[in-house]
């Protein structure tokens, strides 16, 4: 049985730092990009980063990039989103997700596998 399950989320103040785990199980983190999708309240979803574990390569949004990094653990089957300098606009439902790496980043109805989500808020 395929599982991801997120955790770390919170409030923080702005300027904070929060760390997202996502633990995996059912398959193998090198035939997938992982990746962390975040949906604020009211809005669609937003792709955040995606990490291709078999190149060691990793890419993120314009809006975070600089301040959130994805990692994983191959030997805990986890991955990782710490993210820094928090913003208001940072605040979401934030989603540890599997695509095939072919699937287009934002084709989000192809995304394989999903976590329940874990929230995350910015606010002083």
């Known amino acids: 049985e395929v599982q991801l399950v997120e955790s770390g989320g919170g409030l923080v103040q702005p300027g904070g730092s929060l760390r997202l785990s996502c633990a995996a199980s059912g398959f193998t983190f090198d035939d997938y990009a992982m990746s962390w999708v975040r949906q604020a309240p009211g809005k669609g979803l937003e792709w955040v980063a995606s990490i291709y574990n078999s190149i060691s390569r990793t890419y993120y949004a314009a809006s975070v990039k600089g301040r959130f990094t994805m990692s994983t653990d191959n030997a805990k089957n986890t991955v990782y989103l710490q993210m820094n300098s928090l913003k208001s606009e940072d605040t979401a439902v934030y989603y540890c997700?599997?695509?095939?790496?072919?699937?287009?980043?934002?084709?989000?109805?192809?995304?394989?596998?999903w976590g329940q989500g874990t929230q995350v808020t910015v606010s002083s």
């Open positions: 997700a599997a695509r095939g790496s072919s699937t287009y980043y934002n084709n989000f109805q192809a995304y394989d596998y």
